[in-house]
């Protein structure tokens, strides 16, 4: 798998990307430090325990990382999640965690294809 066909498998903008940063070797050595960042862990746990402030931040970060790295799908469900913890969260928040759970699954399934693992 190319880095672009990864790009494509998760739903992202390889070209958008590419025209920020200008190399491939910088964006996949990013991409392949996604997985290693605890943000997504951090906001699965503050959501877990009802912890809006802890999930707002971190769900702030992933959304921050995905435009950097032009992960269309998981940066647009992750600023979903952020404005809605902007506003106290609730059950819109859960059901959008869903979303972004999937999101951040379809994204890490695509890396690690692409990193051989």
Not at 4 to 18: I, N
Not at 58 to 84: M, P, R, W, Y
Not at 94 to 104: G, I, Q, T
């Amino acid at each position: 798998m190319t880095l672009q066909e990864c790009y494509e498998a998760m739903g992202s903008d390889y070209t958008g990307v590419l025209g920020r940063l200008r190399s491939e070797r910088l964006i996949q050595k990013f991409v392949l430090k996604f997985l290693d960042d605890p943000s997504y862990a951090l906001l699965c746990q503050s959501m877990a325990d009802g912890d809006a402030e802890t999930a707002f931040r971190a769900s702030h970060t992933i959304k921050g990382v995905c435009q950097n790295l032009g992960f269309t799908k998981l940066g647009q469900s992750s600023h979903d999640l952020t404005e809605a913890l902007r506003s106290g969260g609730g059950p819109e928040a859960e059901a959008l965690l869903e979303r972004v759970k999937a999101d951040y699954a379809e994204t890490a399934d695509a890396i690690r294809r692409y990193a051989g693992q």
